[in-house]
């Protein structure tokens, strides 16, 4: 079984709307959670890191669910420069390993 | 602040020669880790790096990849000799161990052997 699975979409939204994505991860002891941006032909980049409490940044909000181990991403008010692909990150319980999802294809329509 | 710093960006090669890719991690980093991207199979992990000894080698392909890092701020990814499915774009990143603290990624090595 992988580490983390994603949807890889993709996911084709109108500008403005509203788009979440979902990821699962299996070490029911994993502890540490981040969303990554990945543009064509560049390298992965952080968007956010992913709290127990769920956090937001802007249009972005982040939340864990470690009852059911999945984490989410949700974008609100959809702007073409989203289009990309993002990648759930899920470490290892000391936080010293990395797993990544293989990342969910977004494109913003105008 | 500098980030991860990778050379070359571009590498072009013939089946055969020998590529080494290079990388600078963040300064006070003691973490790093080299990716392999390729559309087929996403982003692999084929080395880490913990205190400059290498912790897990469990997804370099095969004996043509060796990783050296001798020092806190330098590490090689050696492939020799290089073949055609060596193609792909190889990404170095570094992290400060530890819980919470994320990876952080180099511009990238794109790599193609012909």
């Known amino acids: 079984r992988k580490e983390v699975e994603q949807d890889p979409g993709p996911f084709n939204v109108p500008e403005g709307a509203t788009v979440a994505f979902n990821c699962t991860y299996s070490n029911s002891a994993s502890q540490s959670f981040f969303w990554y941006r990945q543009d064509c032909r560049k390298e992965p980049k952080l968007l956010m890191s992913v709290y127990s409490s769920g956090n937001e940044d802007g249009r972005f909000t982040a939340q864990l669910n470690r009852a059911s181990q999945y984490i989410s991403l949700l974008i609100r008010d959809s702007k073409l420069s989203d289009s990309a692909t993002y990648l759930c990150v899920v470490t290892t319980s000391t936080g010293n390993q990395f797993y990544f999802g293989t990342g969910t294809s977004l494109t913003v329509i105008p | 602040d500098a980030g991860v710093i990778q050379s070359p960006r571009h590498e072009v090669t013939e089946m055969g020669q020998e590529v080494t890719l290079r990388c600078k991690p963040i300064s006070g980093h003691n973490s790093l880790f080299w990716y392999r991207q390729t559309m087929m199979r996403g982003l692999e992990l084929l080395i880490y790096f913990n205190n400059n000894v290498p912790i897990d080698d469990s997804g370099m392909p095969e004996d043509r990849f060796s990783a050296k890092m001798p020092n806190a701020s330098f590490s090689t990814l050696k492939i020799q000799p290089s073949e055609p499915r060596d193609s792909a774009v190889y990404f170095c990143?570094?992290?400060?161990?530890?819980?919470?603290?994320?990876?952080?990624f180099g511009n990238g090595t794109r790599l193609t052997v012909t």
């Open positions: 990143a570094s992290s400060l161990s530890g819980l919470g603290s994320p990876l952080h």
